[in-house]
């Protein structure tokens, strides 16, 4: 089954203290990105990656960092977590070099840093 | 920047209406736009893309509509069903990189 997964799916942390939030899609896409929801903000994009090795920044990168080592991983990193990233993480992937656009979500991480 | 709306926030319908979401967008220039459902819990799935050279798209009971030139799309619900209650987002992507702009949703409740 084509699909994105994402883990943990939900997570609640300490201020400060690391974390990583993996991807990973089978559909052998090479675009992913991470989108973060927020009540009254919606959807908005932290990071995407076009190929292996090419990250870029999105609308609301600061307080994140990402790695693309490898197609189907595309990990999400927070290194020293506030409340204000608690939030509602999901992860999307698309055959979008290849001329289709469809973008696939994962189901969602929920994170709360206390 | 491009904005994108979504009117209502919230809409309430009892079972078999047809009903229409409506989603406006500020800037004409995208490649496309994506609807897509969320549910509690779960992620989106992509319901409809409408590239930008196209006027509509049909799936089942859902058809989506694109008027790039008054920047409005809208989405066609035929014979709603309780299955049919959940946020229901759209989207479009602006630029080559991919990125999605979301509106707010519109949460619906078809009722039994």
């Known amino acids: 089954e084509a699909q994105v997964t994402q883990n943990p799916r939900y997570l609640i942390t300490v201020t400060g203290k690391k974390l990583t939030v993996t991807c990973s899609q089978n559909?052998?896409?090479?675009?992913m990105s991470w989108y973060r929801q927020d009540p009254g903000l919606g959807l908005r994009q932290i990071y995407y990656?076009?190929?292996?090795?090419?990250?870029d920044k999105g609308d609301v990168p600061e307080g994140y960092k990402v790695s693309r080592k490898e197609k189907r991983n595309f990990p999400l990193i927070l290194e020293s977590p506030s409340p204000n990233q608690t939030s509602l993480y999901f992860c999307?992937?698309?055959?979008?070099?290849?001329?289709?656009?469809?973008?696939?979500f994962g189901p969602g991480t929920r994170l709360t840093v206390t | 920047k491009q904005e994108v709306t979504q009117i209502p926030a919230a809409l309430s319908v009892p079972e078999g209406e047809n009903l229409v979401l409506n989603c406006s967008f500020t800037d004409s220039a995208i490649y496309n736009l994506q609807w897509f459902r969320q549910d509690p819990g779960k992620g989106l799935t992509s319901l409809l893309l409408i590239q930008s050279s196209q006027r509509e798209q049909t799936s089942g009971r859902l058809n989506a509509s694109l008027d790039k030139s008054s920047g409005r799309s809208t989405l066609y619900i035929a014979a709603s069903q309780p299955g049919d209650s959940a946020t229901y987002l759209c989207?479009?992507?602006?630029?080559?990189?991919?990125?999605?702009?979301f509106g707010q949703g519109t949460t619906l409740q078809v009722k039994p």
């Open positions: 559909m052998n896409h090479e675009y």
């Open positions: 990656s076009m190929n292996v090795e090419v990250t």
């Open positions: 999307a992937s698309s055959d979008l070099l290849a001329g289709d656009p469809q973008q696939y």
């Open positions: 989207a479009v992507t602006a630029g080559n990189t991919g990125k999605l702009i």
